[in-house]
């Protein structure tokens, strides 16, 4: 199967927040030999992210592909995003047609302001789950990695879209293409300490 994987970006977008799943995708269709990640902004002009990182995308939200997973990343910067129109209705638009829609950390805020998980379960990171009660999120998910509702699947904060995306490899492609990934990406998370935060 040939997958297209759309992740939008902005300014102030969390490096983490797409760069994991973006590796993940990008790995297991490496392995497929088909499909495409597009990174997606309101312009194709130079991102620049949360801690720094320069990022051109490949496409504006008027002339991308056709997208089969719509990934909507967070960071702080989602706290103005969810007030840009043209984004926000450019996610209402695209994401019906897609097969999956997912968001990592705070990308849920823009899938809420949306309407895409209006009514759904949903999650985001845990220093943010009253910004999403407070936006009227019908159930909001603390603790999980990710959380499924539907074909809209929002993960934790940061780290955690790398599990999610993993997960959606193996929805896809199945179980076992996603064991490969995971082995060929090395990812077999073992924190060298635990904190209480």
Known sequence: MTLSVGILLFNGVEELDFVGPLEVFAMAMQQEGR??????????DLILCAKGMRVMPDYGI?????????????GLATREEVKNDKVVGWIA???????????VCTGS????AAGVAKGKRVTTHWAALDLLREMGAAEVVDGPRFVRDG???????VSAGIDMSLWLVGQIFGVPHARTTQRWIQYDPAPPYTADV
Request: positive net charge; charged residues 20%; hydrophobic residues 40%.
């Open 35 to 44: 499909g495409k990640v597009h990174l997606i902004a309101e312009k194709r």
């Open 62 to 74: 008027d002339d991308h592909p056709p997208i089969d997973v719509l990934l909507v990343p967070g």
């Open 93 to 103: 638009k695209t994401a019906p047609s897609c097969k999956w829609v997912s968001s």
């Open 109 to 112: 805020m823009l899938l809420l």
């Open 151 to 157: 074909n809209v699947v929002t993960s934790s904060g």
